[in-house]
């Protein structure tokens, strides 16, 4: 294992890992991008496949570029992003095509994958984050570890996310704390497992994960629920709703699985017909006090039983292991269309092979860069019956 490799990158995997040959076999390769002519130490090898780190580059990939912070990178680097390095707009493109070479390996279908963006927010767009703490460190977790790196700020944060993350380093604070800016107001709100003290005394809005009542904000007419699931970006996620309300189109009825805090239904047309559903009690709590739609909290088994009714779209924003346990269900309903939202592009491929497998028929997949700088992509698929 300790043997070194000279290897060119050829191409980045789902996952963002560069990929290369050794010796025949395929190796992924952290921080590798295409171009890059690289040293490669192997690290481990798992079902043929090797993995590897960056021992020397020997020579720069002609789209790799001077990374703006300190801690990005190997040898025990922030592993908050993988691709802070990586120029636009190939990175865009490989973005892009990750998302295709999925849907047409797994899912079978060959598709032109359409592309969104907001260039604009490449830096600064984040919104929510996860900080772990231990041992006088604050920061995110080293790739492929959980070794705290100690950050005092990151490009990719929103400066009202930044100041948060200062006013915390200067707290006792411990384990693990999520953080939700508003990036257009005042409010900061911290979500952690046990709330120190410390934390109630210097922030406004804090709560226990299993708070009945969290603190919330609204932010475009939507409910931001502290603990619960939101985008990572309040303004980059403008651009996938305006994609989702498209997409939808002239529904007159929408059914919204996996729901949430009702992020993708709330702002379509006053006259649409809308019921949510969601694990998430207090999220779907959220929602219905807007005043707008039916939400409910229920699981699979509701979702089943809302499938069955007849509605003019399906919106589905599921987790990221995706929505198999309700495709037969949802290949089933009467509906005219659906829309599925995913920020995974294998489960999403599929999920999307099993409702084709039964009859529906992908019409259209966009990629949309809601995490910019980072290997992670979202995809909006419409698919239409036959």
């Not at 010796?23 to 043929?48: L, M, S, W």
């Not at 973005?95 to 994958?113: F, M, N, P, Q």
């Amino acid at each position: 294992m300790d043997k070194l490799h000279t290897a060119t990158i050829s191409s980045v995997a789902h996952g963002g890992y560069g990929v290369c040959r050794i010796a025949g076999q395929v190796c992924f390769v952290a921080y590798g991008i295409p171009g890059d002519v690289v040293r490669v130490r192997v690290v481990k090898e798992t079902k043929g496949v090797l993995w590897g780190a960056i021992d020397e580059l020997i020579e720069r990939s002609p789209d790799r570029i001077e990374p703006p912070c300190p801690k990005f990178g190997a040898g025990g680097g922030c592993g908050g992003c993988m691709w802070v390095h990586f120029a636009y707009p190939t990175q865009a493109q490989w973005k892009r095509r990750i998302v295709h070479d999925c849907l047409e390996r797994i899912a079978k279908l060959d598709v032109a994958v359409g592309w969104e963006e907001n260039a604009e927010l490449r830096l600064g767009w984040r919104t929510r984050a996860e900080f772990h703490a231990a041992e006088g460190r604050l920061g995110f977790y080293a790739l492929g570890s959980h070794e705290i790196v100690d950050i005092e700020q990151c490009p990719l944060c929103h400066a009202n996310l930044n100041c948060a993350l200062n006013r915390l380093r200067a707290l006792p604070v411990k384990d693990s704390v999520e953080v939700v800016v508003n990036p257009e107001g005042p409010e900061v709100m911290i979500a952690a497992k046990h709330p120190h003290r410390s934390l109630r005394e210097v922030f406004e809005w804090v709560n226990a994960l299993d708070d009945e009542r969290p603190h919330q904000f609204l932010f475009d007419g939507v409910p931001i629920v502290n603990g619960a699931f939101s985008q990572s970006s309040l303004l980059l996620n403008r651009l996938l709703v305006g994609i989702v309300n498209r997409t939808v189109g002239g529904a007159k009825s929408v059914l919204d699985l996996y729901c949430g805090n009702g992020n993708l239904s709330l702002q379509l047309p006053a006259e649409v017909r809308v019921l949510g559903v969601d694990h998430n009690r207090r999220a779907v709590r959220a929602a219905s006090e807007i005043g707008r739609g039916t939400y409910q909290a229920g699981d699979e088994s509701d979702f089943r039983r809302a499938l069955k009714e007849r509605w003019d779209a399906v919106i589905l924003d599921p987790p990221r292991t995706g929505a198999k346990n309700i495709i037969a269900a949802l290949a089933d309903t009467p509906c005219t269309s659906i829309v599925y939202v995913s920020c995974d592009p294998a489960t999403l491929a599929r999920d999307l092979r099993g409702l084709v497998d039964l009859g529906w028929g992908l019409v259209e997949a966009v990629a949309v860069d809601l995490f910019p700088n980072t290997a992670h992509v979202e995809t909006v698929s419409r698919l239409e019956r036959g």
